[in-house]
């Protein structure tokens, strides 16, 4: 039972990572760095709630926050590849304009600094029994999504086209392929998808608070990375974060080792796992290169 129940946790924590991690491989491998992913994370999940709290209904709550995850995806692609910024200063900038956003809505909205009222949400709140969350399609979805993120890259016309921008766009550009046009889509593409993992953390936990995705848009990057930007061995790297992630719950709650050397367990494997594979993995060639 007790192996039953780390495996559910897993799985439940690992779903955001899981979105997160699709957005990411898309739009790098397409040759977009993806510094942005903590930030479509937290619009999709303020989106979210704002949706649900309004129309009471969870599903438009989902719409909502993948339309903010597509508004923060177009001004990433226009930045980065419209006006040939660099994109690591695009990222970091989008991610601090999603803190000030959220908590400046957050305020206007609910009249709170740190959190939202409860909103509807699919099946228990995070508080429920071990399996209920499987109630929730975006758990399905969650699942699915690296399996499905592999095919479109390797296996169909549009993914053939972002690695081919990603690798070398000017090849890419000679045999007629639009590649700002293809970048354009992989990057809106990420940021839909990395908000519906904010929309996950929103809705399961049935309400924003201030901050709430924590970083782990960044882990979702390490994810890629540590993945090789293969969406499979980063689907793999995610569960492997995830159950670090749960560990770390359940070694809080024994209250074995000091709680402040307990949290760092995530982020320090995150750490060893990048550093151990950064330098004999090979990314996209124009990564992080604009196209003339």
Not at 24 to 33: D, F, K, P, Y
Not at 71 to 87: E, T
Request: proline share 4%; net charge positive.
């Amino acid at each position: 039972m007790t192996v039953l129940l780390f495996l559910a946790q897993t799985l439940r924590i690992a779903i955001p990572y899981l979105f997160a991690a699709a957005g990411g491989a898309i739009a790098e491998r397409a040759g977009v760095v993806s510094l942005t992913l903590e930030g479509f994370m937290l619009g999709g999940a303020f989106g979210a709630v704002l949706g649900a709290h309004y129309t009471g209904s969870a599903w438009l709550g989902i719409a909502a926050g993948v339309a903010v995850g597509v508004l923060l995806g177009s001004i990433h692609a226009g930045a980065s590849i419209r006006f040939k910024a660099d994109q690591v200063v695009v990222g970091v900038a989008i991610n601090l304009f999603a803190v000030g956003i959220t908590r400046f809505f957050l305020q206007l909205a609910f009249q709170s600094s740190s959190n939202s009222p409860r909103v509807v949400g699919f099946g228990a709140s995070a508080g429920g029994s071990s399996a209920a969350f499987l109630a929730n399609p975006l758990v399905w979805l969650g699942l699915a999504v690296m399996p499905a993120m592999a095919f479109v890259i390797n296996k169909t016309r549009f993914g053939l086209r972002v690695r081919a921008v990603g690798e070398h766009p000017q090849a890419a550009a000679s045999v007629g392929v639009p590649v700002n046009r293809v970048r354009y889509a992989a990057v809106i593409a990420s940021g839909a998808l990395a908000a519906l993992g904010g929309v996950y953390l929103a809705l399961d936990q049935h309400q924003f608070t201030d901050s709430m995705t924590a970083g782990r848009g960044f882990i979702a990057l390490a994810a890629v990375i540590f993945g090789r930007w293969d969406p499979l061995r980063a689907g793999v790297a995610c569960l492997l974060f995830a159950a670090a992630e749960t560990l770390q719950i359940q070694l809080q709650a024994a209250q074995i080792i000091p709680s402040q050397f307990v949290a760092m367990i995530p982020y320090v494997l995150t750490i060893v796992a990048v550093a151990g594979v950064v330098g004999r993995s090979t990314p996209p060639a124009a990564l992080g290169k604009t196209s003339e």
